[in-house]
Structure formats: C-alpha cells, structure tokens
C-alpha cells in the first residue's frame, strides 16, 4: 500500500469544519478585553483612563527653523522635555496611564519633529482606533509610529484613512455616545469626513460635519467639552453648526472671556480628566477663573515652551481610554 492511500482522509476533522471545530460567533465589541486591549473611549468628558503620549527628543533640533516644519518659534529641548514630563506626571497623579509611542531609534525615519502631538495622529472609538493620514507633508510618516505601538498595546486598528483623505484626531469629538462632530477645513477634508463616516455607522454612530474658519487649525483649537452638558468655545471662531449641535444635546456652551491668553498660551488647549475637572496650561489666571467660576477643577501645569510648537497639553495626549458611561 503507498503512503499515499494510507493517509487518513481530512474530511470531518475540525481543522476542515468537522464536530470539533469551534466557530468565532462573539461580536467584536465583545472581544474589547478578552482579546484586544480594554481601551476605549465614547465621550469627552468621563474619567480619563489611558492615554498615548511621545516624549520630544532630538527631533526638537528641525524647530531651529520653526516655519519649515510648522512651528511658531525654536524650543529649548531640555526645558520641553521637562514640561512634558511635567504633563505626564500630572497624568499618573490623576490615576492615567501613560503610554509612549517610543518610535524605534534604529528606525532610519527616527521620530519627525511634530511626533509629540499624539491627538491628531488617532481617534478612539469603543471598538478601536481610526488611525489619521496627516495633511501635511512635514507630518507624513507619524501616524505608522503610532500604529506600531497601538498594535503593540493590543489596540484594535478599525480604520486607516485612504486615497487622497486627509484627517487629523484633534478635528473630531464625541457630542454623546452616539454622535461625532467632525471640523473640515486645513487638517480634514471631505473624503476623510466620508471615511471616519463610514467607520463610525459601522458601531451606530451618527457624524456631524462642520466648516471651520479660514487660517484655524483643529476643531481642539476652538471647542473643549468639560462635562456631559458643558463645553467651552471660542468666541466668533466656534462654528455656527458646532454650538447648534451642542445646545441641541442639552449642553451650556460658555464662551472664554479672555482670547489673548488662548491665543498666546494655549489655555483653550485643555485635557478632561473627568466630569468638571481638567488638565490645563499654567499661566492663565484669567481663564483659570473663568473655568473655577463654571464649576471646573483645575489642576494646570507648565507648558508654555511646548506651545512654541503651535500646540500644548491636548493636542500632545492621545486619548486611549475613558471610563464607559
């Protein structure tokens, strides 16, 4: 008898569909913790879990001609470095894990000198990330140093933007759990906004898309939610269609006080550890009030060489996980 006739036939064993083969019947919502990393995010303002964070290195050197890579002016590292771990600390007190995207330094890319703004690199939905595609060029290539930790966290990757889309994080937030509001302009453009659209529907959620004003940046810029009923606008600069969809969801939309402070001090560029309590930029007395006189908790640290990126505490916290609500 050949070897061949005596092998035992594959029919009816479990590798081919036979009694002992076990289908994958879960949904994929219900893997988020026995298979995937128990992170997720669903609002703006629950308690903030985790979040995904680069530490500056050399890169900082390319801010010595800041307009070439997008910057106001050159940051001193060392004094960035120590702000930022200024942030991360605050982090940790507030009982939030840090994570670092910690590119690898063998990479022949090394980290780009935007690398530490993490929020326009992800949005986190309840089922995953949607990875963003960067609009410009100086950004290109940071988003697959994210995607390489993400995946390393066990971080379901739902969506990598494609074609010509463009998307930025720090354009979209939750207005509830079942609606996100998405600022096209400079960073997001309409086939992003078709895309994250799509992806979203997948987990029943409704996006709305709003236009921003000429020569802004990001949604983030303009809008922060504190708490499930309030967040806090830019006066004449927060789209019309944005402060309609908030009060229509039964939010209290306070406008600052102070434009000169969120203009040159980033005190509009805060982080929600919880409900009415944020991490915010020190050296913003004014607006520190404001924020007191609404109810807010503040805990503010320094930040101010890490604005000369033309960013500071929210756009460098990529939000990985909020307390489900």
Sequence with gaps: MSDRTAQKSTFGSAAYGGDNWSPR????????????????VGSEWSRLVAVLMHRPGAELGASADPDKVQMLAPLD????????????AAYRSAGVAVHYVDPPPDDPSGAPPNQMFCADLMFMTPGGVILARPASTVRAGEERHVAARLAALGVPIL?????????????????????????????????????????LADQGVATVAVDMPFGTMHLMGMLRVADRDLAVAWPRRTPHAAVMALRERGYQVAFLPDQEEAQANRALNFVTLGPRRIL?????????????????????????????????????????????V
């Design 25 to 40: 019947v879960l949904p994929h919502a219900a893997e988020i913790g026995p298979i995937w990393a128990p992170y997720g």
């Design 77 to 88: 590292l060392a004094r960035a470095q120590g702000q930022h771990d200024g942030i991360a």
């Design 159 to 199: 969506r990598t933007l494609q074609g010509t889309a463009t998307f930025e994080g720090a354009d979209a937030m939750w207005l509830d759990a079942r609606t996100v509001i998405v600022g096209r302009g400079l960073r997001t453009n309409d086939e992003a906004i078709r895309q994250v659209t799509a992806c």
């Design 280 to 324: 915010m930029v020190g050296g913003n007395p004014a607006t520190q009030r404001f924020y007191a006189e609404l109810g807010i908790e503040v805990t503010a640290v320094p930040a101010d060489e890490l604005a000369k990126a033309a960013g500071a505490i929210g756009c460098l916290t990529g939000v990985l996980a909020r307390e489900q």
